[in-house]
C-alpha cells in the first residue's frame, strides 16, 4: 500500500474539514480529536463539496441539501443522499498525515 503525504495534525483544525485532491479522487479530510477521518468530497446526492458542509461529532452534513454521513464508514444516516461516499484509509506519523487512495 502507498501512502501519500497530505497535511500535517498541526494545520488541521477539529471539526474544520480540508479538501484534498489527489489524482483521481477528491477528498474531505476531517479531523476530531485526535482522529482523523477521510471521505470521498462529493456528495452522492448533487455533488456538492462535503468539505464545505458542517461537522458535528463524528458527522458531517452537505452544504447543499443537508444530507449527513457518518464520517467512519461514508454511510448516509439522513436524505436526501441514500448512497454511501467512499472512505479513505489514514494514518498519522510524527505529526504528519498521510493518505492511503489504494483499495484494501
Ligand atoms: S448535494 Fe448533498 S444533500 Fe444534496
Redesign the pocket.
Known amino acids: 500500500m502507498s501512502w501519500v503525504k497530505v497535511t500535517s495534525m498541526d494545520d488541521l483544525v477539529p471539526g474544520a474539514p480540508v479538501r484534498v485532491d489527489l489524482p483521481g479522487h477528491r477528498i474531505a479530510l476531517v479531523r476530531v480529536g485526535d482522529d482523523v477521518y477521510a471521505l470521498g468530497d462529493r456528495?452522492?446526492?448533487?455533488?456538492?463539496s462535503?468539505a464545505e458542509g458542517e461537522v458535528v461529532d463524528h458527522e458531517i452534513e452537505?452544504?447543499?441539501?443537508?444530507?449527513v454521513f457518518d464520517l467512519k464508514t461514508g454511510k448516509p444516516l439522513t436524505l436526501?443522499?441514500t448512497r454511501p461516499v467512499p472512505t479513505y484509509r489514514v494514518k498519522v506519523e510524527d505529526g504528519d498525515v498521510y493518505l492511503s487512495v489504494e483499495p484494501s
Open positions: 456528495c452522492s446526492h448533487a455533488e456538492a462535503l452537505c452544504p447543499r441539501h443537508g444530507a436526501p443522499a
